[in-house]
């Protein structure tokens, strides 16, 4: 993602969490670890927090993309013949990639399932 992209997502951050500073160091310890995410993918985990048991915490950016797939491996991706689409949360992948993703993903989905029924 672009700096103005990492900008606007420590801005909406901040929305959420009104003690969330975003001071000069803040920002670049945030931009090594979400430089090479896309946008997006950043967002919807985010989100993904927002909505979750946990989100009186403040997000962590090790935490936001823990389950993302880089942007030059998913370019690498788009080149390779082996890959598939998770069903549970449609993102592609490699094959390899997907055996660790699954068990993860799996956990995701039956957390979100568990949230929505007991809405
Ligand atoms: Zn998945």
Redesign the pocket.
């Known amino acids: 993602m672009t700096f103005e992209q990492l900008k606007e997502i420590l801005t909406n951050i901040k929305a959420h969490y009104q003690n969330f500073a975003i001071y000069d160091y803040v920002v670049k310890e945030w931009y090594k670890v979400l430089k090479d995410y896309e946008f997006d993918d950043v967002m919807e985990s985010l989100v993904d927090h927002l909505t979750s048991d946990n989100s009186n915490e403040l997000p962590k950016a090790y935490q936001l993309v823990k389950y993302l797939t880089p942007e030059d491996l998913k370019k690498e991706c788009e080149s390779n013949r082996y890959i598939v689409s998770?069903?549970?949360?449609?993102?592609w992948m490699s094959l390899a990639e997907f055996d660790k993703?699954?068990d993860?993903?799996?956990h995701?989905?039956g957390r979100k399932f568990k949230n929505t029924k007991s809405v």
Do not use: G, I, V
Not at 86 to 91: G, Q, S, T
């Open positions: 998770c069903n549970l949360c449609d993102r993703h699954y993860k993903c799996l995701e989905f």
